[in-house]
Nanobody, 121 residues
């Protein structure tokens, strides 16, 4: 599967932004999907997970209550709605596809190219 992420940009603290990731291929619904982010000098960080059907989601405490992941298995897309953004959310955001549920980047086989999110204070 090939992934393409888009929707990043420059926003102010407290604003909202919606990222999307479009997947090619006919087996999108067979992949667990996640979003990760990485800022300079830091390791790639897990941000959100959704199960095959989208019925199960998981978030780390750093974004819980502010970010929402969703998927559309008809349109082959996964999205990340980000609300109440903070300067600490500044990073390159990546969508990822894998065959199992994981909170770690090693658990995912396919990655989008990343989209920059910058939150100014």
């Amino acid at each position: 599967v090939q992934l393409q992420a888009f929707g990043g940009g420059l926003v102010q603290a407290g604003d909202s932004l919606r990222l999307s990731c479009a997947a090619s291929g006919r087996s999108f619904s067979s992949y667990h999907m996640a979003w990760f982010r990485q800022s300079p000098g830091k390791e790639r960080e897990f941000v959100a997970y959704t199960s095959l059907s989208g019925g199960i989601t998981y978030y780390p405490d750093s974004v819980k209550g502010r970010f929402t992941i969703s998927r559309d298995n008809v349109k082959n897309t996964v999205s990340l709605q980000m609300n109440s953004l903070k300067p600490d959310d500044t990073a390159v955001y990546y969508c990822a596809a894998g065959r199992g549920r994981s909170w770690y980047s090693q658990g995912y086989d396919y990655w989008g190219q990343g989209t920059q999110v910058t939150v100014s204070s």
